[in-house]
């Protein structure tokens, strides 16, 4: 019998139960939640998409990704912030996104921003990973127990407060941590699901020399 929060595929596998076996949900489960990602567009990207979820599903968000991604040019950052009123009143009339302007201002902000923090670290990536959490901080074991009593973490708690002091907007301790877990900072896939150690050995063997200040 399966371990609660998990459940068996039509392929015989054992998952984590969020997808729902709805096909694109798990789809995005088995290719991209919690598979560590250092490239910086990608990072921006869910950042931000995570802050144009709050008070809806990711399954929202993901079923108008593509949409997004042509709205905000890739979420190019450097692109997105040149954004100037009349793309703001393009995207307010995007049926395809979802259509929030403070989500949308926030978005250009955060992308203003996301500069800034390149000048500083050299990548955004830099800066988020240098924010990994540390080993101790992390439960043993990863069940549908500890996932659900912990939204946020003292790490994700951590990154919000010094983003907000950065300038960045929506994003929240709930919002970083979700972030944190599709991008592979943290491996929450629960134990028994068959992704779990597969990104245990991403991570592990994740190359994160990136993450030195270059000399100079």
Known sequence: MAARGIVAGDDGRERCAWHGN?????????????????DDFRLFEKICLEGF????SWLTIL???????AAFAGFDYDKVAAFGDDDIARCLADAGIVRHRGKIVS??????????????FGSIARYFWNNEPPAAERPAVMDFETLIANPTTP????????????????????TVYAFM???GLVNDHLAGCFCQPEVDSLRRN???SFRAVAAG
């Open 107 to 120: 978005t250009i902000n955060n992308a203003r921003r996301a500069q800034e923090m390149r000048e500083e």
């Open 53 to 56: 979820q709050s008070g809806l």
């Open 155 to 174: 790490a994700s708690k951590r990154i919000s407060k010094d983003l907000k002091k950065r300038g960045w907007t929506f994003v929240g301790p709930t």
């Open 22 to 38: 709805l096909e694109d949900y798990r789809r995005y489960h088995d290719a991209e939640w919690g598979r560590p990602v250092t």
């Open 206 to 208: 994740l190359d994160r």
């Open 63 to 69: 079923r108008k990704r593509e949409n997004f991604r």
């Open 181 to 183: 877990q599709a991008m």
